[in-house]
């Protein structure tokens, strides 16, 4: 493989989390006087920590969301977790599994809490693939995507220069911040257009496609 170390976005690329998530955000921020239909939601918000959904709402209303925006949103996501039977991405097992068996390191870097990330792998299984050390939050760093930060203290806490590693995106902010890092980036397809996701190395719509464009 071309690469030392493979960067995972978390939602939607590990986890089949975005629907469940989008739906849950655009209803609550609906419910708060913001209407946000689900593509909406999934055009602004997919791939962003949630300081930027405060920072466009304010932008657009002027209005500040409630103190305890965050901690409801949490709550209310992990529920929908529970009860929309949470599943990892077809073909990510067989995927990480051949990683393992090639030796090629991998981790996570996510603009999720590590609360959230933690909930999907444990719904999901997937925390049988991931030690604590290589899982990576935007709660880590001062600035979440499309700043590079989060993909930066990946690598550096992983031991591996930048330009030695690829990021895994399906989202257009997570592809910025991989580009502003220096680092190669193949875009998911799955639920986002080809051409929202500009500046790739390559696109893809299958995991089990991975592995021969990462060779």
């Given at each position: ?24 955000l655009?209803?609550?921020?609906t ?7 689900y ?7 997919m791939?962003a ?9 304010e ?24 009860q929309?039977q ?7 097992d ?12 991998y ?25 604590e050390?290589?899982i ?22 992983m031991?591996v ?24 980036v193949?875009g998911f ?5 080809a ?11 299958d ?9």
């Amino acid at each position: 493989m071309r690469y030392e170390l493979v960067i995972f976005d978390n939602d939607g690329v590990l986890v089949d989390s975005e629907p469940i998530s989008n739906t849950v955000l655009a209803g609550y921020l609906t419910e708060l006087g913001h209407p946000t239909s689900y593509e909406e939601s999934l055009r602004d918000y997919m791939g962003a920590a949630i300081h930027r959904v405060h920072d466009l709402v304010e932008e657009r209303t002027g209005e500040k969301l409630p103190a305890d925006f965050d901690e409801e949103l949490h709550r209310r996501t992990l529920t929908a977790f529970q009860q929309e039977q949470l599943a990892a991405v077809e073909g990510v097992d067989e995927l990480l599994g051949s990683l393992v068996a090639d030796g090629v390191a991998y981790c996570v870097a996510s603009s999720g809490s590590h609360q959230k990330i933690a909930a999907g792998h444990r719904n999901t299984g997937l925390d049988q693939w991931f030690e604590e050390e290589w899982i990576f939050s935007s709660e880590d760093v001062g600035q979440g995507k499309p700043a590079p930060d989060l993909f930066l203290h990946a690598a550096e806490r992983m031991g591996v220069a930048p330009e030695r590693c690829v990021v895994i995106e399906d989202s257009p902010l997570g592809v910025e911040a991989a580009r502003a890092a220096g680092m190669d980036v193949y875009g998911f397809t799955s639920m986002m257009p080809a051409d929202r996701l500009s500046g790739v190395a390559g696109h893809f719509s299958d995991m089990r496609q991975l592995p021969e464009l990462l060779a």
